[in-house]
């Protein structure tokens, strides 16, 4: 997309390398919503059929994938002229990025044993479900973990394929997996995964990084 881009200098393929995420957290001082300008935000990975994961952006601030690919157009991008067939194409292309395979599953595509019984404390004991809930285990819906100000809720990601779109949380704070959980859940607000043991956390956390 470097051809719709003012001075055609980088592309949507920049920050979201072969549909996934650059790994870093940008400022985006085009977009207006409660997360304000200053704050960093992590570049979320495009794979995974993102389509029907509405409302997009971390804030939920695009209601709709060709509204989202708009704003990126217009004003990251800045270019006024998009069209509506070059947002409708655009938008069907991001919309339908693949997943890479897994390579922490078995080697016949099925869940590990640890996997399995992360599965059961996923939709059981801590509670992940209430709000990872779906097919892709997300998406479509908000909520509070205590990573910003009471009261502004953000978009609950979709978790399938997130094995390899590290960093993770809004802004990108937490480099593993593990440390969602272990550095960065202060208020004990992310499900209920604080009531795990160390031994379940680890389950737990193999399930989410097979999906």
């Given at each position: 997309t470097a051809t719709i881009v003012k001075g055609a200098q980088f592309s949507c393929n920049s920050c979201h390398p072969e549909g996934n995420t650059d790994g870093i957290s940008w400022k985006f001082v085009h977009v207006g919503d409660s997360l304000g300008k200053q704050t960093d935000r992590n570049a979320r990975s495009l794979r995974g059929d993102i389509a029907d994961t509405a409302?997009?952006?971390?804030?939920?601030?695009?209601?709709?994938l060709e509204s989202f690919v708009r704003h990126e157009a217009t004003g990251l991008l800045e270019y006024p002229q998009v069209t509506d067939e070059q947002v409708r194409e655009l938008a069907k292309f991001v919309g339908s990025q693949p997943?890479?395979?897994?390579?922490?599953?078995?080697?016949?595509?099925?869940?590990?044993?640890?996997?399995l019984r992360g599965q059961t404390l996923f939709t059981g004991k801590a509670g992940c479900n209430q709000c990872h809930s779906g097919p892709k285990q997300g998406g479509q819906r908000k909520g509070w973990i205590g990573t910003t100000v009471q009261g502004l809720d953000l978009d609950v990601p979709h978790l399938n394929g997130v094995f390899d779109s590290?960093?993770?949380?809004?802004?990108?704070r937490a480099k593993t997996l593990e440390e969602i959980f272990t550095r960065h859940n202060p208020s004990k607000s992310h499900g209920l995964a604080h009531q795990?043991?160390?031994?379940?956390?680890?389950?737990?956390?193999?399930?989410?990084r097979e999906l």
């Open positions: 409302p997009f952006r971390w804030t939920g601030h695009d209601r709709d997943l890479s395979p897994n390579p922490h599953r078995q080697v016949d595509g099925g869940f590990t044993p640890a996997a590290s960093p993770f949380l809004h802004d990108g795990l043991t160390p031994d379940e956390l680890k389950d737990l956390i193999q399930f989410i």
